[in-house]
C-alpha cells in the first residue's frame, strides 16, 4: 500500500542518512604529537551530525531529522522541497527511490542502521525509514 510522503522543508539519511558516516583515519589523526596542545584530533566532516534538521510530514504526523554534514546530505537538501511515495519493504522499513540520484563521493556507509534511521540506499538510488 502506497502511502505519500509530503516533506515540508528538507528531507533526509538517515543517510540516516543517519547511516552514512567515514571511519578513515590518517597516521597525522592519530598521532597525539602532531597535535601540540594535546586536544582530541577534530572528527572528519563527513562523521558530524550538523546543525540542519529537516521535517518529515506523513500521515499528518511530523518527525524531525537531524542530517550528516556529508555529500549525500547536501545533495538531498538541493532537492527540497520534495513529495515522494514510500512503500512498505520487508516489514522493516520505507522506501522511495529518488529521481536524482545523490552524492556518495568521499562517504562510507555503515550497515548498523536501527528503527527510527533515516537513510540513502546508494545502489537502488532509494531514501529508507527504519520501522
Known amino acids: 500500500m502506497k502511502k505519500p510522503l509530503c516533506l515540508s522543508s528538507i528531507l533526509v539519511t538517515s543517510l540516516a542518512l543517519a547511516a552514512c558516516s567515514n571511519n578513515n583515519s590518517s597516521a597525522a ?3 597525539n604529537t602532531s597535535n ?7 572528527q572528519p566532516k563527513e562523521d558530524r551530525i550538523s546543525d540542519t534538521r529537516i521535517k518529515l510530514t506523513f ?8 542530517m550528516y554534514d556529508n555529500p549525500a546530505s547536501k545533495d538531498f537538501l538541493a532537492q527540497l522541497p520534495l513529495t515522494v511515495t514510500f512503500e512498505d519493504y520487508i516489514g ?3 522506501v522511495s527511490i529518488l529521481q536524482k540520484r545523490l552524492s556518495i563521493d568521499g562517504v562510507q556507509a555503515e550497515d548498523l542502521s536501527q528503527k527510527g534511521d533515516f537513510a ?3 545502489p537502488w538510488g532509494n531514501v529508507a525509514i527504519f520501522l
Open 29 to 31: 589523526d592519530r598521532d
Open 59 to 66: 500521515n499528518d504526523k511530523e518527525v524531525l531529522v537531524r
Open 92 to 94: 522493516k522499513e520505507k
Open 36 to 42: 601540540p596542545l594535546n586536544q582530541a584530533p577534530e
Open 120 to 122: 540513502y540506499y546508494a
